[in-house]
């Protein structure tokens, strides 16, 4: 059982992961998020492959942290659907959407 | 002041907080010596208190004073250098905070100077009497004699007085001259009163100058006693004279005299042309005026002020052909080292070119940052061609014809024709004219 004060630092990092993401996103626009979901393609891996090398490294060395803080992809996405509620029917819409976006964070992360 | 032990005494008699100027009083002591004491039993834990609240004894104090056990410091025992200086002045009569001022402004030098301890109670505001005797008991206790410059005030007696009691100058050769300075060997021990061995200091030092402008005449050996013996001959002559009293009127004479034997001697070494001279020709002449002119350049200021020959301002060395040569202020040829400038300026060139390449890559990092690719960008591109299924390709431009009589260019209708007419000049053309067959 972590004490307190690590899952409330947990907790933190988790908004601020998902704020993070939902910046980014609004960025591209809900609408195109929708497409690219309906067509079944991977937004976080269409994302990330479109990243430059240095902020790759970037993104690679601030999920590592998260992941040694205890904070899991899962629980960012959970978050990132809680902050923005249109992900929700994207996120699910189709079976397993979910899980293959995760899946892509953590090939990205053992890349 | 008095000792730890009558103070704790004293302290112990008492039930209540007893204040320092009480303790003091009852110690006839002073108040600032009291309360240093105080202040180092209290560090020590026999008392405790201050100067508001009062002074008691502790009982680590009583039990010290019991057991006699009480060890007093040298500052406690006044055998401190500063206690001793005070103690002094104390003596002499003093007042205390006069004393503590002299003392700080002493201490902040070197207080086994004399002659900076004389300084220093003389910006105390010291009177002269009794900064004497003070200064005259520190230096005794000190084992120290009499600097050379602090004779008159500390012995009381002037040079000027010595000399209107007529005392007899033999006495008193406390003066022997090293390396052109007097030093004091001890009473009677010397060959000089101090006046003495200035004198004979200051007709060195000018005998010395005559001998090197004498030398700077090059004037080469075998020539008669030169004017410069003679001048310093006249002057060891005219010293008895000049130590009387004599008026200052005469001594300027005798002087401007010595100066006239001096310049009349030295010019009469330069030789003149005389009247039934070989006439010289002109490259001659000028050969001997650019050596004499090198010759008083060697012979340096003071002849060139003697024989009134104005100092050159701009001082060019081409003018006697004279090469100079440069000198430090430890008097080493000052030596222009080359190689150091050009490693210098080596640095300053590669200094550039390492600035300008790396403005140059800033400048292509700025490109590079400017093109590199964007995941928000990725995802709107990905969306885009998913939206469009494929690239949707330009639309295609209409193609347009040209009239062969007015040359106004004009298109032809979409799908089958066989007629088209130009809208300008409504003539007509075929479909076979127009696209071919």
């Known amino acids: ?111 | 002041m008095a000792n730890i032990t009558e103070l704790l005494e004293a302290l112990n008699t008492k039930e209540a907080s007893v204040s320092t100027a009480d303790l003091a009083g009852e110690l006839k002591a002073s108040k600032e010596g009291t309360l240093k004491q105080l202040n180092r039993e209290k560090d020590k834990g026999t008392v405790e208190g201050n100067s508001q609240e009062g002074w008691l004894i502790t009982d680590a104090g009583r039990k010290a004073l019991e057991k006699g056990d009480i060890h007093p410091s040298m500052i406690d025992e006044e055998v401190t250098m500063r206690q001793q200086f005070e103690a002094i002045a104390r003596r002499i009569g003093i007042k205390e905070d006069r004393i503590v001022l002299a003392s700080d402004i002493v201490w902040s030098g070197d207080y086994n100077d004399v002659k900076w301890v004389w300084q220093a109670l003389g910006q105390a505001d010291i009177a002269d009497d009794l900064r004497s005797v003070w200064v005259n008991a520190w230096r005794a206790k000190l084992h120290k004699g009499i600097p050379p410059e602090l004779e008159t005030e500390l012995t009381g007696v002037s040079k000027t007085e010595a000399a209107e009691e007529g005392k007899d100058t033999s006495k008193g050769r406390d003066y022997i001259i090293i390396d052109d300075e007097p030093l004091r060997v001890g009473e009677n021990l010397g060959d000089y009163n101090l006046q003495d061995a200035k004198d004979i200091l200051t007709i060195r030092t000018l005998k010395g100058r005559l001998a090197g402008a004498q030398a700077g005449g090059g004037h080469g050996a075998g020539s008669p006693p030169g004017a410069t013996e003679k001048v310093s001959d006249l002057i060891t002559a005219l010293t008895p004279l000049l130590k009387k009293d004599s008026d200052v009127d005469a001594l300027k004479e005798i002087l401007a005299d010595k100066l006239a034997l001096q310049r009349q001697e030295i010019l009469s070494h330069i030789p003149q042309p005389g009247p039934d001279a070989q006439p010289k020709t002109f490259l001659e002449q000028i050969t001997e005026f650019v050596g004499a002119l090198g010759g008083l350049k060697e012979a340096g200021p003071t002849l060139r002020t003697i024989l009134g020959i104005p100092e050159s301002s701009s001082g060019n060395p081409g003018t006697t052909a004279v090469p100079v040569q440069l000198k430090g202020a430890n008097g080493e040829p000052i030596v222009m080292d080359l190689s150091k400038y050009i490693d210098l300026e080596r640095f300053r060139g590669e200094e550039r070119r390492a600035d300008e390449r790396h403005g140059q890559l800033m400048g292509l990092a700025k490109t590079v940052r400017e093109n590199i690719p964007d995941g928000v960008a990725a995802l709107k591109t990905a969306a885009t061609e998913i939206k469009g299924g494929a690239k949707t390709p330009a639309p295609e431009q209409p193609q347009l014809y040209e009239c062969g009589q007015c040359h106004t260019q004009f298109g032809v209708p979409p799908g089958q024709w066989e007629k088209v007419a130009c809208p300008s000049c409504k003539a007509e053309y075929m479909h076979d004219e127009v696209v071919g067959p």
């Open chain 1, 1 to 111: 059982m972590s004490s307190f004060m690590a899952r409330t630092a947990r907790h933190f990092l988790v908004i601020k992961a998902a704020r993070q993401f939902r910046q980014e996103l609004e960025k591209a626009g809900l609408d195109n998020l929708k497409i690219l979901a309906g067509a079944g393609k991977s937004i976080v891996g269409t994302y990330l492959n479109g990243c430059s090398p240095q902020e790759k490294t970037q993104y690679k060395q601030s999920l590592g942290a998260l992941l040694q803080m205890g904070v899991t992809p899962d629980m960012v996405l959970d978050e990132l659907c809680k902050q923005l509620p249109e992900m929700v029917p994207i996120m699910e819409g189709k079976g397993g959407y979910k899980k293959t976006e995760v899946g892509k964070l953590l090939s990205f992360l053992k890349e």
